[in-house]
């Protein structure tokens, strides 16, 4: 199956960026454009993956679902109250694992993956531990299981990273992204909320999916790819600021 041009690619990623900016400067003035902008970016991720190819393996099939749960959760996230955030947390939770499953089907070297727990397991806790004076008694148990899922995530990318001389280091910088990402979202939710939890958190967030839907491509695509939505983005930040 053809799939779209390094140029097609681009263009998909500069229309996200151009999306995200707006579903930033909506969140940030709580705004009711980000109803309209919010969902259509996620859904560009998900057009990316299909056009770089992820309908052709395992792999990519999983990431779609991934990517298809996160869109879910990016939706129910744009509601104010707990049961939606509980909602999203959920979606999102099951998008990890989906992930997860996605790395097994590249493969898991389960030494470096040990290593990955080793890593992120102090950092996971430590967060937990920061947010545990402002979590709600009913929050607790889904924030440590969604922790876990996602520490998990992160470590298994270690693993896979490692598995291949070929891997694509963009699975592990993904990864990462989504997880810092997320301890904004905490932070904006249960510590303090201001424009700088969004001005970091969906950038990175954004950045993480439009990674995870490059890696998706069976061959492997031009290596400035992955840096076309993070440049336009941080373009079109500066501009639109000065």
């Known amino acids: 199956k053809k799939m779209m041009s390094f140029d097609g690619m681009n263009l998909l990623q500069l229309f996200g960026s151009l999306l995200v900016l707006l579903t930033t400067r909506s969140e940030e003035k709580s705004t009711n454009i980000r109803f309209l902008v919010k969902p259509l970016a996620s859904i560009v991720f998900i057009v990316t993956a299909f056009f770089a190819g992820a309908q052709e393996t395992e792999y990519g099939i999983w990431i779609i679902v991934a990517l298809n749960f996160s869109t879910l959760g990016d939706v129910a996230l744009l509601g104010k109250s707990s049961q939606l955030f509980l909602v999203g947390l959920v979606l999102f939770l099951i998008a990890h694992i989906a992930y997860i499953i996605a790395f097994l089907q590249r493969g ?7 290593y990955g727990v080793i890593a992120v397991l102090p950092i996971a806790a430590a967060v937990l531990l920061w947010l545990w004076p402002s979590l709600p008694q009913d929050m607790r148990i889904p924030v440590i299981a969604y922790t876990l899922v996602i520490s998990a995530m992160v470590a298994s990318a270690v693993g896979t990273f490692q598995k291949n001389d070929s891997a694509d280091p963009n699975i592990l910088l993904a990864s990462i992204y989504f997880f810092i990402s997320d301890i904004f979202i905490a932070r904006d939710r249960f510590v303090r909320r201001q424009a700088i939890n969004k001005m970091i958190n969906l950038p990175l967030y954004y950045a993480a999916q439009f990674l995870f839907a490059y890696t998706t491509a069976p061959t492997p695509l031009d290596a400035s790819s992955p840096i076309v939505f993070p440049l ?10 000065t």
């Open 108 to 114: 898991i070297d389960i030494i470096t993956m040990t």
């Open 232 to 241: 336009s983005y941080l373009v079109l930040r500066v501009i639109t600021t």
